[in-house]
């Protein structure tokens, strides 16, 4: 026989036991991945941006033309070796981007994208509340105050009005060509220039190894309108290598050689509103590999200066290889323990009595009391007088 039956359906209890179960370890997760709300597609110009001046266009351009592409949001992890692209906002601390500037000269090629325009959230705009998400209104340009604090060198950045891009043997219109930054120093060598001479790219020429591929110059020199008052001629560089592993994709650097530094100040050559136009996607694909030259390397943007980086804590250790082994052989014992339980649950099978009741049973009983106290002899007189 069995007790009162469960007023639990199993299969709902099981099904609220999952439920919980996978609820609570999503809750970890998010906790230790940074999931703390709003809109990240928006907002200051990132990997992550959808708006005019976000790079999420270039990141998903350069994932499908084959390149391992990723975001991070560790400060800790930008000593990588990959090409690191930066897009560090306005108002921004030039001491931290000068001591990781210089750390990775033996690390990895970098690219930094200087700021030029302030988004703000469309929405926000009684003549646009019905925008689209991720729409944004530009303010004036503003080039950064801090660039001059980088160390390198005397540069100067300034807004200037160009019509058009140049560079190789090809040329390109500006999206904004009243509003066009460009940058001048004299450790600067060009990589794309305007019509009138001014760098809207450039590589810093600190005394590495950084040879032109020759299929570049020449196309530039068969181009004498290109870059015609350029500080230098327009080329793209080679990273740092002798001959052999220069023509070998899966070689590495040197250690003893600089990796290079492009700077891109016009942002409009880079981000969504620049990736509308086939020319400029091109551009920025050239920039990209030239920057890589051929080398077996990743591409990481930056999240942790435009303010959606996230420390590391024992969270996120969980859940990121090796620690993420033990946590699941947790979850999975935990499911064993679980399941155990659950197989148990309800009231316990009732036992039959081992002492039935009745004068049957209180016979029974007392002869094997006497049978166990050894008092056979005291029984037989007594039963026979009966």
């Known amino acids: 026989m069995s007790g009162n039956a469960s007023p639990f359906n199993p299969r709902v209890v099981l099904a609220v036991l999952a439920i919980g179960a996978a609820?609570?370890?999503?809750?970890?997760?998010?906790?230790?991945?940074?999931?703390?709300?709003?809109?990240?597609?928006?907002?200051?110009?990132?990997?992550?941006?959808?708006?005019?001046?976000?790079?999420?266009?270039?990141?998903?351009?350069?994932?499908?033309?084959?390149?391992?592409?990723?975001?991070?949001?560790?400060?800790?992890?930008?000593?990588t070796d990959a090409l690191l692209v930066l897009t560090p906002p306005h108002y921004f601390n030039a001491d931290a981007l000068a001591d990781l500037i210089e750390e990775r000269r033996f690390q990895g090629p970098t690219l930094l994208i200087l700021p030029k325009w302030f988004g703000f959230d469309a929405k926000r705009f009684s003549t646009a509340k019905d925008a689209p998400r991720g729409w944004v209104f530009l303010s004036e340009a503003e080039s950064p105050e801090w660039v001059d604090e980088l160390g390198l060198g005397d540069l100067e950045v300034s807004l200037s009005k160009e019509a058009r891009w140049r560079a190789r043997d090809t040329s390109g219109t500006m999206p904004e060509p009243g509003q066009v930054q460009t940058i001048a120093g004299p450790d600067l060598a060009g990589l794309v220039g305007g019509s009138d001479g001014r760098l809207l790219a450039a590589y810093r020429d600190d005394g590495g190894d950084y040879q032109a591929p020759e299929q570049w110059s020449d196309e530039t020199s068969r181009n004498p309108e290109a870059l015609a008052q350029a500080q230098k001629q327009v080329v793209l560089l080679k990273v740092d290598g002798d001959d052999d592993t220069a023509d070998d994709e899966e070689s590495d650097n040197p250690a003893d050689s600089y990796w290079p530094l492009v700077i891109v100040a016009e942002p409009d050559l880079l981000n969504n509103?620049?990736?509308?136009?086939?020319?400029?996607?091109?551009?920025?694909?050239?920039?990209?590999?030239?920057?890589?030259?051929?080398?077996?390397?990743?591409?990481?943007?930056?999240?942790?200066?435009?303010?959606?980086?996230?420390?590391?804590?024992?969270?996120?250790?969980?859940?990121?290889?090796?620690?993420?082994?033990?946590?699941?052989?947790?979850?999975?014992?935990?499911?064993v323990v679980g399941w155990r339980g659950f197989v148990r649950f309800g009231p316990p099978r009732v036992a039959h009595a081992d002492h039935a009741g009745g004068k049957a049973q209180l016979a029974r009983d007392g002869a094997l009391l006497v049978e166990r106290g050894r008092r056979l002899a005291l029984v037989g007189p007594p039963y026979a007088a009966l």
């Open 273 to 335: 509103n620049g990736m509308a136009d086939q020319d400029r996607a091109r551009l920025a694909v050239d920039l990209v590999e030239a920057t890589i030259d051929g080398y077996d390397l990743p591409v990481v943007f930056d999240l942790t200066m435009p303010g959606l980086g996230s420390q590391a804590n024992l969270l996120t250790l969980a859940f990121e290889p090796p620690f993420l082994a033990a946590t699941l052989t947790l979850l999975l014992a935990a499911l």
């Open 23 to 79: 609820a609570f370890v999503l809750f970890l997760y998010s906790l230790g991945a940074g999931w703390t709300g709003g809109d990240r597609t928006t907002g200051s110009g990132h990997a992550l941006s959808k708006a005019l001046n976000g790079y999420s266009a270039l990141y998903q351009l350069l994932d499908r033309r084959g390149f391992d592409v990723s975001t991070t949001r560790n400060r800790g992890q930008l000593d």
